[in-house]
């Protein structure tokens, strides 16, 4: 065995108590979606294609009850044609606020791509909520959790949505567990009328509830990450109580019509399949963030979460300090790809961003972040974000492959 390899099989050893709750929890939501596609008779007819307007897709129906099930709500819209995260959250936020009202952001700045729609950043006439009239009012994090002072005071009459975005994402702050949302949910309820949206990207079946089973009323993600298990080709869903989610079926649509029509093209068989591996998809992902997380603190670098911390999404970062080894970092993780193993990744000047990205991914579905996939910005401390790994042997492959090429880096710099 060569150094890395004794690293590896410590860091194993050393990680059997972590393992062990994983697999707890991926067991209990296994019996969760077993029970739930029981209970909702699921059968082959559900496969079944539809076209045109898509009236009486029994599969659609179904999937959109089953999604309610897990999620411990009332009502669910889950389709292939919300085009990603990003536009499933932009559904929610036009569905819900009207001219006059005030969205409240409650764990900092939304992500990124969120910035154009709320109209704090891009073009005045895009059709951003501000151009209709929709206030914007942020609260920061205050040592990593909800700030209720501060939340309090920003809560008047006007506010008609309190976002939070559960994971941490590719910001510099800890992820909120499903509880501190459930308290953030009882706060809001207490004081106002207001909904209390949530981004759950990332976050998917990392525990035994979502924050819809604590009472959010909308909870929004992406089918190409944690819920679609690897297996849906595209899609999004939103998740929550049945005025809710019919609102923004009004918006996903159009008013009057919502989501009682849209046809599937084939597409329930994928969505059903993918949620029945989610939960062993996510606990892949968990193994091979905490695999990753005890090597390179082996290694001698942090690891964020660290690799004894209870896990609330499956995102890893690791800060390298050297934008040699960042890019090492990538190009290892995209040479033990199943995809585009010979490609070599560059840093690249990627629109809305200040700094060079470099990213790595050779996944099955494009941009498919279950799938291990890794970047960074180019910028101190020079930190690479990575998530996902179908199964924990090919991502323990790609991390040890990453550990390589950053060995090898800091080797070339000592010559
Ligand atoms: C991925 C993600 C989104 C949506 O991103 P898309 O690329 O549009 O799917 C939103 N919020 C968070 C926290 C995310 O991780």
Known sequence: MDGLEIIAKRAEE?????????????????????????????????????????????????????YAELFGCEAALVRHNIVNGTHALAI??????????TLLSVAGKPYDTLEEVIGISGTPGNGSLADFGIGYRQVELKNGKLDFDAIGKRLDGSVKVVFVQRSKGYLDRPTLSVDAIGELVSFVKERSDAYVMVDNCYGEFTETKEPSALGADLVVGSLIKNPGGGMA???????????????????????????????????NKNILKGL???????????????FAAKVFEELGF?????????RHDIIQSIRLCDPDLLCAFCRGIQYASPVDSYVT???WDMPGYQDKVI??????????????????????????????????????????SAAREVLKAQKKRAE
């Not at 969760?32 to 029981?38: D, G, I, P, S, T």
């Open 14 to 66: 050393n990680l059997t108590v972590g393992f062990e709750r994983i697999d707890r929890i991926a067991y209990i939501n296994t019996e969760r979606v077993l029970a739930a596609f029981k209970k909702h008779r699921v059968s082959e007819g559900h496969f079944a294609s539809s076209t045109g307007y898509g009236y009486d897709d029994r599969g659609r129906e179904v999937i959109d009850r089953i």
């Open 233 to 267: 080709e595209c899609g999004g869903y939103l998740c929550g109580t049945a005025k809710a989610v019919e609102l923004c079926s009004y918006r996903l649509t159009t008013v009057g019509v919502g989501g009682e029509v849209g046809a599937t093209v084939g597409q």
């Open 345 to 347: 990744p560059e840093p």
């Open 359 to 400: 990213m790595a991914a050779g996944t099955f579905t494009s941009g498919s972040s279950i799938e291990l996939s890794a970047d960074g910005p180019l910028r101190s401390p020079y930190t690479v974000f990575f998530q996902g790994g179908l199964t924990y042997e090919s991502g323990k492959v790609g991390i040890l």
């Open 92 to 101: 929610g936020l036009y569905g819900l606020l009207r001219p006059g009202d």
């Open 276 to 290: 029945f591996y989610a939960p062993h998809s996510v606990k892949e992902a968990l193994k091979t963030a905490l």
């Open 302 to 310: 942090e690891a964020e979460p660290d690799s004894s911390a209870v």
